[in-house]
């Protein structure tokens, strides 16, 4: 059934890519947050990686005093992370896995074989009033173990759907797309609010924000670098357009 107005949620950590690819300030993405905000997104991500090539403590810091949209932390699962986390308490917590050689979250989080750890890992985030989702591929076992462990939400990885349609293999595609709405039906059905991001663009986030039971899109890289072109607040609001088109 239908959940009402999809929200969009702003990653900004490739602000801080750029930023970080000279040093010093500029560009902030503390910045393009409250831009971000004025533009018209719901909430705004942010990734606090092990090796911080990107977002800063400090960023996060910024980030926390600056904003009045909700932050959705997205961090491992470690002991840093949590404890980073424990101390700002943002709105909400994504746990997504972390490699370091990777250039960004390539898979969705492994939860069916870790089921123990990361359901001790998440309580006290839990109990400290952060939403938890957990960054999973749209497969059964893996939001199966979601819901046990005591997740809010699931953010399905829908980068193999992107992939396959720049790709050209529109058949491939297609079939991907379909296992992201059945697990996104599924995610739903036992209770979980359903979240999708990684790799979604113009040319392919309609059929996706078409899913009744998909609450937020989580998009960043893609608008960053529209950005470039077009301007941060022009590139978000096409994107609001087409989820609202999609929705309606």
Same mark, same amino acid.
Do not use: W
């Given at each position: ?6 929200r969009?949620?702003?990653n ?12 010093g ?6 910045r /393009? &947050?409250i831009l971000a *905000?004025?533009?018209? #997104?719901?909430g %705004?991500? $942010?990734h606090?990686r @092990? ?12 980030l926390m005093?600056a ?6 932390f997205e ?5 840093e ?19 370091r ?11 069916a ?6 359901a ?7 109990d ?8 999973? /591929? &749209?497969?059964?076992? *893996?939001?199966?173990? #979601?819901?046990? %462990?005591g $997740?809010?939400?699931v @953010? ?11 790709e ?27 979240h999708?991001g ?6 392919t ?12 899109l ?7 670098g529209?950005?470039?072109f ?16 999609a929705?309606?």
């Open positions: 059934m239908a959940k009402g107005r999809l969009l949620g702003v900004i950590d490739h602000v801080a890519t750029v930023r970080n690819a000279r040093g300030a500029n560009p902030d993405p503390i /393009a &947050a *905000q004025e533009a018209g #997104a719901d %705004i991500t $942010a606090l @092990e090796d911080r090539r990107h977002i800063s403590d400090a960023d996060i810091e910024g005093a904003l009045t949209l909700p932050l959705n961090m491992a699962a470690t002991d992370m949590q404890k980073i986390a424990l101390r700002h308490k943002p709105h909400a917590v994504c746990i997504v896995p972390e490699k050689e990777e250039r960004t979250t390539e898979g969705g989080l492994e939860v074989r870790e089921e123990n750890r990361l001790h890992f998440i309580a006290p985030l839990r400290a009033g952060c939403r938890v989702s957990l960054f999973v /591929a &749209a497969d059964r076992p *893996q939001i199966e173990s #979601a819901a046990r %462990i $997740a809010t939400i @953010e399905l990885h829908a980068g193999a759907y992107c992939d396959l349609h720049a050209g293999h529109f058949v491939a595609r297609d079939a991907e797309l379909e296992r992201l709405r059945e697990m996104a039906t599924y995610a739903d059905s036992l209770g979980l609010e359903v999708v990684h790799g979604l663009a113009y040319d986030v309609q059929p996706v924000a078409a899913f009744p039971e998909v609450m937020e989580n998009i960043g890289h893609f608008l960053i529209e950005a470039i077009l301007g941060l607040a022009p590139a978000i609001a096409e994107m609001r357009r087409l989820m609202d088109t929705r309606g």
